[in-house]
């Protein structure tokens, strides 16, 4: 049996469809137009409409008698840090990823135009890289970096590039050429390329989270390039570094 059917509670989802269909609404909504785009009929969203809005997640216009959302999801969502909040996410996905594959794996954010590490689990096996927390990178010079770009709307992703000295020096074609790439990462939610910063190291990043939401980050593994097909070729790693991304998101409350 499905959980969700076996476990549902009607008054619960519908408080739920309200919120989300809030959220997505610039404009405020009367009860007749939030019942019809959940297709449901005005009274029977009645009664959620008057609790969400004494629980203070509602706001009613006294004239209009329209609904918009409040802050106070906002100020829930705040109490915790989101790095903290993804890290922990991310901690047991990590753990079973390195398991997996026998090799050190990291989370990385977005910091101040540059990549910081913000979590990592050290390989089971006796040698393997290791990139200490709280280390930054170049985002254009790094895999995990270009996961990122990849992943920023247009306006925000061009101001990040020419920020980057690495990026301005290149020619127009260059440039072309690396947007393109960036387009590239971001339809496939993934990137696997030769670190440029280290020799010999061989670099997998998945994009977790949403440029939406502004919880960003990049799951990464680092392997010795003369290690891969010892124990796990490259195709191996990268479908488990996405099957952990997928763990990730959906820990976060990204389906």
Excluded: W
């Excluded at 005005?42 to 004494?54: D, F, G, H, T």
């Amino acid at each position: 049996m499905d959980k969700t059917k076996k476990y549902s509670a009607p008054a619960l989802d519908k408080g739920l469809d309200i919120i989300e269909y809030l959220s997505a609404e610039s404009a405020a909504r009367s009860q007749t137009e939030i019942a019809a785009a959940l297709a449901r009929s005005p009274s029977e969203i009645y009664r959620i409409l008057v609790n969400l809005e004494a629980r203070g997640y509602l706001n009613r216009d006294e004239v209009s008698g329209k609904y918009r959302l409040s802050l106070k999801l906002y100020a829930l969502a705040h109490t915790h840090s989101p790095i903290e909040q993804l890290t922990n996410a991310a901690r047991i996905p990590l753990q079973e990823l390195a398991e997996s594959i026998g090799q050190a794996c990291h989370l990385s954010v977005p910091h101040n135009g540059q990549l910081m590490v913000v979590s990592q689990v050290k390989s089971p096996d006796p040698v393997s890289l290791s990139i200490s927390e709280g280390t930054l990178f170049p985002l254009f010079t790094t895999t995990s970096g270009r996961v990122l770009l990849a992943n920023y709307e247009a306006e925000e992703q061009e101001r990040l590039l020419l920020m980057d000295a690495r990026f301005n020096q290149l020619t127009v074609k260059e440039k072309d050429i690396a947007k393109q790439q960036l387009n590239e990462i971001q339809q496939q939610g993934h990137h696997s390329a030769a670190s440029e910063i280290t020799i010999g190291v061989t670099d997998c990043a998945a994009f977790v989270g949403t440029a939406a939401s502004g919880l960003m980050a990049a799951v990464a593994v680092s392997s010795l390039t003369t290690s891969l097909g010892q124990s796990h070729d490259q195709a191996t790693i990268l479908q488990a570094l996405t099957h952990t991304a997928a763990k990730i998101n959906q820990r976060i409350g990204i389906e």
